[in-house]
């Protein structure tokens, strides 16, 4: 029986409305207690310090395939940040693909607890949770990719709903996944065959069904489901300009889908879905569009993808959009199909300032979370590595609650970015507990996790300690110190255990691997007609295909009870 008190920190805990409260946080046996019974319990004194929960990331792209692929594609980008031993840690490679050990270490450094890896082809499924199993100090889960899953195009096509429901609820098993995640809807079937869809009511080529039925086909079968979070969405058209059209029409469509109080979808990386203009000449941020819808309305949820200025490695299932991307930059890439499932694509990329549509579209997304006025709504991701690596978050933070630390930036941009952006006219500076939303509390509701990002009574003592004093400190006016608190957390706990002092690695612990056992009322019929086609689609034989349970190292599974 281990038991641990944090005294006298200011805590900032927004599921349960504790906005920098001087107060103890009691924890037992890993979990977040009333008090304590022991007379002597290890104590750590929090006076003057800043207390989260800790932290959730709901899109972070860290292991499996595509992640992989990346690190052979890149070996300049190991190169640059090797990482040695120490007496708690293993050696590894850093930077935008780090290993999965630097992963786990550099998350839990910044306070991070939690983190879902948002893109897994089922077909690889195996791999990716090899690697989640790998990553320390970390819980973790993956969303498998279904949007374009032949299976499923075939249910949605024919209108059954209920038989798609219950094939996405063996999928969750069978891959061990915790999320719908669909990508470019209908784009990665088509681009098997070298096109794309460019509009949410194209059709998708042998299916003959279109976007738009697949997301709303989707976000039903999910609620028939009752899974903790919504479908979890990547936009058609995503990085093109004038894309802004498609992500307005994509959110007007999820309204059809019965919203009563969760959300029916979360669209991920939104600033790589608002683009304006009709050509990257004329690429400018509709920022201003998309946020006044979304102050309107409460049916969905959405992340950053923030852009960093730095060097890093995109990829995404999204595989015509990497083509695009290559023929941009025509930098070194890697395209592939995933038989019957999904594609994919990784492409390095340089984010620049001096590069007008780079500088735009770090404005973009800092414009929307800024302009979006519920931080509920709107979460801290860079779509990692995507917009950039996960480690530069306290850089985003210092920017979110700092109008000086923006315009400190906005002003080496690319004259025609500074030009157009909207950062100069936006005075709002986010508070810690607003912080405290968008990093942890916002992310736990929306994914569902109902043992996180919180510090009430039965929560998992995942807690972060930072270096800030909110009765001394303007966050606004110091915003190297807030950068420094964040990179480098003063304590990291992870289920009542330090694992983190003073920003060092202080612990070997595991995290657990969630996933969804989710109980239909009629289960999935796995027949031999069924067999068959993974015979006949697929390279590998049906009885190869799922990961069982033995598979996982620390298995933490979540039931969920279906409506079907
Ligand atoms: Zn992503």
Redesign the pocket.
């Known amino acids: 029986m281990t038991e641990l008190l944090i005294k006298n920190g200011f805590v900032f805990d927004p599921i349960n409305g504790i906005n920098g409260e001087k107060m103890d946080i009691a924890i037992k046996d890993g979990k977040i207690v009333a008090k304590l019974s022991g007379r002597k319990p290890k104590t750590i004194d929090a006076t003057g310090l800043t207390i989260m929960p800790g932290g959730v990331d709901i899109?972070?792209?860290i292991a499996g395939g595509e992640v992989n692929m990346g690190r052979m594609v890149r070996p300049e980008d190991h190169v640059k940040d090797a990482v040695s031993k120490t007496a708690w840690t293993r050696s590894g490679s850093g930077y935008s693909i780090p290993s999965t050990f630097i992963t786990g270490y550099r998350y839990s450094k910044m306070g991070y607890t939690t983190v879902m890896n948002?893109?897994m082809a089922p077909l690889e499924a195996k791999h990716t949770h090899e690697e989640l199993n790998d990553i320390p100090l970390l819980d973790k889960a993956s969303y498998p990719l279904v949007g374009d899953w032949w299976f499923v195009l075939e249910y949605l096509k024919k209108g059954d709903l209920e038989a798609c429901a219950r094939h996405v609820a063996w999928m969750m098993d069978i891959t061990k996944g915790y999320a719908i995640k669909i990508?470019n809807p209908g784009g990665l079937e088509s681009w098997g065959f070298g096109h794309n869809v460019h509009s949410i009511d194209d059709q998708v080529p042998n299916f003959c069904i279109t976007p738009r039925e697949i997301i709303c086909g989707l976000a039903k079968v999910n609620k028939m489901l009752n899974l903790p979070h919504s479908i979890h969405l990547?936009t058609n058209n995503l990085g093109l300009p004038g894309n802004y059209t498609t992500t307005l029409e994509t959110m007007k469509a999820l309204e059809s889908v019965p919203y009563n109080g969760r959300p029916v979808g979360h669209i991920?990386?939104l600033q790589f879905a608002s683009f304006g203009g009709n050509g990257w000449g004329n690429m400018r941020s509709a920022a201003e569009d998309i946020s006044k819808y979304i102050n309107n309305h409460n049916h969905l949820t959405f992340d950053m993808?923030q852009v960093i200025f730095t060097d890093t490695t995109t990829?995404?299932?999204d595989g015509p959009f990497e083509y695009t991307l290559y023929q941009l930059s025509g930098h070194k890439w890697v395209n592939s199909d995933v038989e019957t499932e999904t594609s994919g694509g990784i492409i390095p990329f340089h984010y620049k300032k001096s590069n007008a549509v780079n500088a735009t579209q770090w404005s973009i997304g800092l414009e929307l979370a800024l302009m979006i006025d519920d931080p509920w709504k709107m979460f801290m991701?860079t779509?990692?590595p995507?917009g950039g690596p996960f480690f530069a978050y306290p850089r985003i933070l210092a920017w979110l609650s700092s109008k000086n630390a923006r315009m400190a930036t906005l002003k080496h941009c690319h004259k025609k970015a500074q030009r157009n952006s909207l950062l100069p006219s936006i005075t709002r500076e986010l508070s810690l507990y607003e912080l405290a939303i968008m990093t942890r509390a916002g992310q736990a509701k929306a994914l569902g996790l109902k043992n996180k990002g919180h510090l009430g009574v039965g929560a998992d003592a995942d807690v972060a300690i930072f270096n800030i004093n909110p009765e001394t400190t303007d966050i606004a006016r110091k915003f190297r110190t807030v950068r420094r608190a964040f990179k480098h957390a003063a304590y990291t706990i992870k289920d009542g255990e330090i694992v983190v002092k003073d920003g060092e690695v202080v612990s070997k612990a595991t995290g657990r691997t969630m996933w969804l056992d989710v109980q239909t009322k009629e289960p999935c019929k796995v027949d031999e007609d069924m067999k068959r086609r993974f015979k006949e689609y697929w390279t590998v034989d049906y009885d190869n295909y799922p990961v069982y349970d033995r598979y996982v190292k620390v298995k933490d599974p979540i039931t969920v009870k279906a409506s079907v």
């Open positions: 899109h972070t792209h948002p893109s990508v990547h991920t990386h993808g990829m995404t299932a991701t779509d990692h995507n």
